[in-house]
């Protein structure tokens, strides 16, 4: 247990005055080096900790403190470290899910909001922030006509600060791009690495797939639709540079999945791949265990493991290690290495989520579009 | 102008030491406004009222990044071959560091041992040698494409450029120096290229900063040990306007670079001998006379071992 909270129950339960005191004056979680103390307090029969991270149990019991009302677990968390997680509070039949009430740092996603835990030597990087010496990039709307998915798919296109039509841009195309904006910061980081000139300006397509566990699963359609649909429409629009170095595709999860896919599908077309947490089940033999939506990822990545070709010059992959999905990232690795591709992969001590692909932003678009700061002598 | 050879100034960033008033003041460049080179600037070239107040001088801005700008527009020709220029000088750039990767990687491999022995002094030349080969073949590659633009476009007669090149000749002509800014070198090179700056600036007083000192050298040598990435090779970008030959100048080297590495740092001495590796951090700044050495306030070089030692005018 944290010895700050120890020592306020030494002697049983605390005074409600030297309680409060102490749940006002102290940050939560509690960390100390690298064992980390989450606090609830409340009426309850039992309270979990939930965090989602694949190696721990997915409920870990908090005990009740000194027959008080409140209750603690402490976990060991190596320093680096950010997990979001949640309270489960059961009150006879009832469980719910809440976040901490004591902790006010919370990470939102497509399906609501986490608490986050940022253990010893987190920071969240200054780049991701808003600089207002940044000068901010603008975003329009495209809508581009698709024969492959038999309609019109809109995108989000980024144009960065001082956008010129003389000028010829690299583009990068990035799946569930509204969700990278809203919950990675996309936008912000793109002004300040640019302003920074950590990355060139770049334009950057942001697609949202209206069923991305199909299309994303490795789906020639979408393959086919930023091939051949998406990408011309852009290079018919906007000056890009038009040539394989200078593009990109990105995404994460299914989205990794999907821009391997394509660019797999239709190579010495995009010349840069940005992947991160990409969800690469594949099978040696029998069956997978990851449900029947995987089941077309799970046939293109025993195909892909078989026949890798050489779908992009330089591929960034990341992903936190407290997903499963590591291990297939880590056995891809080689996979595409063997393939005389130019390959680096980040481990993050972070798990399946918007804020480790935030954070990871920075070293994988700086080292697939290497900015100018190397030109700039000030 | 007289017969005196003209005075050459070179500092360091101006940030965060601002040392350009001080530094004119001491060099004795000769009363008048200055012409001033911001294309390192790009969209930002006119915003040099902050450099007028620094240089206590009134500006005559040369506007070679605009007027670069204005050009491509008018003559789509001309900026077609200009951006094919480009895209070759791109081209055989990545092409030269790949290799670049490899033979830095062994001259340093070799350079760490320490043994004292001649063999391995043998194998430590040659390997500098190669890297120095390499050097010399990418700059009269480079050069090469560079000629062949400047034969097609010469900036003397060529239509579209020739007219802005004799109005910065005039411009030049009614100033007492030209003042080169710091900023993106690779395009501040280019533009001053393509207006054919290094004639214009010969018989000049020239005062320049970071990158406006780096297009000064015979050779322009990129270099960071701090990119999000890391440590990257130094490159040779292309040949200077050679106005102050036989320096190599390393601007905020003590910043961009992990000067504690000494074999590394020492293969920049070994590399690029017989010029002078100058590190020229902020506050710092030489003179010359000429081509020859008159003062210096600050700036060091680097020697074979890499030590950082000062810099002694004759």
Redesign the interface.
């Known amino acids: 247990m944290n010895p700050e909270l120890r020592k306020l129950f030494r002697k049983g339960a605390p005074k409600s005055a030297d309680l409060e005191r102490f749940l006002e004056d102290a940050r939560f979680p509690l960390v100390d080096g690298s064992d980390v103390t989450f606090v609830y307090r409340g009426d309850a029969d039992a309270v979990y900790l939930r965090c989602w991270i694949a190696g721990l149990d997915t409920a870990q019991p908090f005990q009740r403190l000194h027959e008080s009302d409140v209750w603690a677990v402490t976990i060991e968390l190596p320093k680096g470290s950010r997990i979001e997680y949640k309270f489960e509070v059961q009150k006879g039949d009832d469980r719910q899910l809440i976040l901490d009430p004591l902790n006010d740092v919370i990470a939102h996603d497509p399906f609501g909001a986490n608490s986050v835990c940022q253990a010893a030597g987190y920071r969240r990087p200054r780049w991701t922030r808003e600089n207002p010496d940044s000068r901010r990039g603008s975003i329009e709307r495209v809508t581009v006509a698709s024969k492959a998915f038999n309609g019109t798919r809109e995108a989000r296109v980024y144009l960065p600060a001082?956008f010129r039509d003389?000028r010829?841009y690299p583009l990068l195309i990035v799946h569930d791009g509204v969700d990278y904006l809203k919950f990675a910061a996309l936008e912000t980081v793109l002004d300040n690495l640019i302003h920074a000139l950590?990355i060139p300006p770049l334009v950057v397509a942001m697609i949202q797939s209206p069923d991305r566990l199909k299309e994303y699963a490795g789906d020639d359609r979408h393959a086919r639709f930023l091939a051949e649909e998406l990408l011309p429409t852009l290079e018919s629009d906007y000056p890009l540079v038009g040539e394989p170095e200078a593009r990109g595709l990105m995404g994460a999860s299914f989205g990794g999945v999907a821009s391997l896919h394509a660019a797999w599908r239709h190579p010495d077309t995009f010349g840069n791949l940005l992947l991160q947490s990409g969800s690469y089940a594949f099978s040696d033999i029998g069956r997978h265990r990851r449900g029947p939506v995987f089941d077309p990822v799970v046939r293109f990545m025993n195909e892909f493991r078989e026949n890798p070709g050489q779908p992009a010059a330089k591929i960034y992959m990341s992903c936190g290690i407290y997903e499963s999905l590591i291990y297939e990232n880590r056995s891809l690795l080689p996979r595409l290495q063997a393939q005389g591709i130019d390959v680096r992969f980040e481990e993050a001590r972070d798990a399946h989520n918007w804020e480790n692909w935030r954070d990871r932003l920075?070293?994988g678009l700086?080292?697939l579009f290497?900015g100018?700061?190397?030109?700039?002598?000030? | 102008m007289s017969d005196a050879p003209p005075k050459r100034l070179l500092l360091g960033p101006q940030r965060p030491v601002r040392n350009l008033g001080d530094a004119i003041a001491a060099a004795g460049v000769p009363d008048g406004p200055l012409a001033v080179i911001s294309a390192g600037w790009q969209e930002a070239e006119a915003d040099t009222a902050d450099v007028a107040e620094l240089a206590g001088r009134s500006l005559v801005d040369l506007r070679l990044y605009q007027r670069a700008e204005q050009l491509f527009a008018a003559d789509r020709d001309l900026y077609a071959a200009y951006r094919e220029r480009q895209d070759r000088l791109v081209a055989l750039q990545r092409l030269y560091r790949r290799r670049l990767k490899h033979l830095s990687a062994a001259a340093r491999d070799m350079l760490r041992i320490e043994d004292g022995s001649e063999m391995v002094a043998a194998e430590q030349r040659h390997a500098v040698a190669q890297l120095r080969a390499l050097d010399r073949h990418h700059l009269n590659r480079v050069e090469a494409l560079y000629d062949e633009f400047r034969d097609a476009h010469p900036p003397e007669t060529h239509p579209s450029i020739a007219e802005h090149r004799a109005a910065i000749e005039e411009a030049i002509g009614g100033c007492s120096a030209v003042l080169i800014t710091g900023g993106n070198v690779v395009v501040m090179m280019n533009r001053m290229r393509l207006f054919g700056l290094k004639r214009l600036l010969e018989g000049q007083h020239v005062i320049a900063w970071s990158a406006g000192a780096m297009v000064l050298a015979e050779r322009i040598v990129l270099f960071h040990d701090r990119t999000p990435q890391g440590r990257r090779e130094p490159e040779l970008l292309a040949a200077g306007a050679c106005i102050v030959p036989g320096y190599v100048i390393l601007p905020d080297a003590s910043r961009r670079l992990r000067l504690k590495d000494k074999p590394r740092v020492g293969l920049y001495s070994r590399r690029f001998a017989p010029d002078t590796c100058v590190v020229l951090d902020s506050g710092c700044s030489m003179s010359l006379r000429g081509v020859d050495l008159a003062g210096v306030n600050g700036a060091r070089r680097i020697d074979h071992d890499g030590r950082i030692e000062r810099i002694r005018a004759a």
């Open positions: 001082r003389n010829r950590e920075r070293n700086s080292w290497p100018p700061v190397w030109m700039v002598y000030e």
